[in-house]
């Protein structure tokens, strides 16, 4: 199968490019996502597939960097935890809800590339972020995408 390419959104304030840079082995559990559009697009995930790291509630939002697929999808145990902002008490551990992947850090562009600038971008019309009330945390991006948003970020 052909490696893919994929946008994750994560909030810099909660979980940022940093720290993923600083997380054990540049690794860890993309969890939370309870969405389930996004939920299927993580389903779709490989071990190797290549992500870029949007910073969204930023000013601007903007895409930080590169990262890729370390563990294809899995149950998210913080559906089960009642301690856990993420639980759900409708999840059944014989058929879960919810699913994470875990992510390994790649590399940061040599700037950040805001939401603005993308807008600008003609190799990026049609991207699922530039679109008009596009919220979904998680998002396909096609190679040419890929290549374009690599080449503005310096990589």
Same mark, same amino acid.
């Given at each position: 199968?052909?490696?893919?390419?994929?946008?994750?959104?994560?909030?810099?304030?909660?979980?940022?490019?940093?720290?993923?840079?600083?997380?054990?082995?540049?690794?860890?559990?993309?969890?939370?996502?309870?969405?389930?559009?996004?939920?299927?697009?993580?389903?779709?995930?490989?071990?190797?597939?290549?992500?870029?790291?949007?910073?969204?509630?930023?000013?601007?939002?903007?895409?930080?960097?590169?990262?890729? @697929?370390?563990?294809?999808?899995?149950?998210?145990?913080?559906?089960?935890?009642?301690?856990?902002?993420?639980?759900?008490?409708?999840?059944?551990?014989?058929?879960?809800?919810?699913?994470?992947?875990?992510?390994?850090?790649?590399?940061?562009?040599?700037?950040?590339?805001?939401?603005?600038?993308?807008?600008?971008?003609?190799?990026?019309?049609?991207?699922?972020?530039?679109?008009?009330?596009?919220?979904?945390?998680?998002?396909?991006?096609?190679?040419?995408?890929?290549?374009? @948003?690599?080449?503005?970020?310096?990589?």
């Amino acid at each position: 199968m052909a490696k893919q390419y994929w946008l994750l959104k994560s909030e810099p304030n909660t979980f940022s490019l940093s720290d993923l840079a600083k997380s054990p082995k540049k690794t860890t559990c993309w969890e939370g996502v309870r969405n389930y559009q996004a939920r299927n697009l993580m389903r779709e995930m490989k071990k190797g597939d290549d992500v870029l790291f949007y910073h969204s509630n930023a000013d601007p939002p903007a895409a930080v960097g590169t990262a890729s @697929i370390a563990r294809e999808a899995y149950a998210d145990t913080y559906q089960f935890d009642p301690k856990s902002k993420y639980f759900d008490a409708k999840a059944d551990p014989e058929n879960p809800r919810w699913e994470m992947v875990d992510v390994r850090y790649g590399k940061p562009f040599t700037r950040a590339l805001g939401l603005p600038e993308l807008r600008e971008q003609k190799a990026l019309a049609g991207m699922e972020l530039l679109r008009k009330g596009s919220r979904l945390s998680v998002q396909r991006v096609t190679a040419k995408q890929w290549r374009a @948003i690599l080449k503005l970020g310096g990589l």
